[in-house]
């Protein structure tokens, strides 16, 4: 006989997460990538100096983002998101869109 397991939610906001992908078309069978943020902005300086370019603010404010850009709802009619925690694991969602 087993015993039975409780396992604990652990919330936190979006800011705090490592990165979240946005599929603005998904398929059911295949995530493709279209939107890519880190909120957590801890490394943007040691990333920025590595690439040795200048990038307007705007781009760095949009990848350190919560929020995704707009995009128009594609043929599927659904959208996924991958959050990803602190030790690689990923949450996958899919939303049927209107």
């Given at each position: 006989?087993?015993?039975?397991?409780?396992?604990?939610?652990?919330?936190?906001a979006?800011?705090?997460?490592?990165?979240?992908f946005?599929?603005?078309?998904?398929n059911g069978?295949?995530?493709?990538v279209?939107?890519?943020?880190?909120?957590?902005?801890?490394?943007?300086?040691n990333l920025?100096?590595?690439?040795?370019?200048t990038?307007?603010?705007?781009?760095?404010?949009?990848?350190?983002?919560?929020t995704?850009a707009?995009?128009?709802a594609?043929?599927?009619?659904?959208?996924?998101?991958k959050v990803?925690?602190?030790?690689g694991?990923?949450?996958?969602?899919?939303?049927?869109?209107?």
């Amino acid at each position: 006989m087993f015993d039975s397991i409780t396992m604990e939610n652990d919330h936190r906001a979006g800011t705090d997460v490592p990165a979240w992908f946005l599929d603005t078309e998904y398929n059911g069978l295949c995530f493709h990538v279209d939107q890519v943020c880190f909120p957590r902005t801890s490394a943007w300086e040691n990333l920025k100096r590595s690439l040795r370019q200048t990038y307007e603010e705007s781009v760095w404010d949009h990848l350190s983002g919560s929020t995704s850009a707009p995009f128009e709802a594609g043929e599927q009619r659904k959208v996924a998101v991958k959050v990803f925690d602190d030790r690689g694991n990923e949450l996958m969602v899919v939303k049927d869109l209107p």
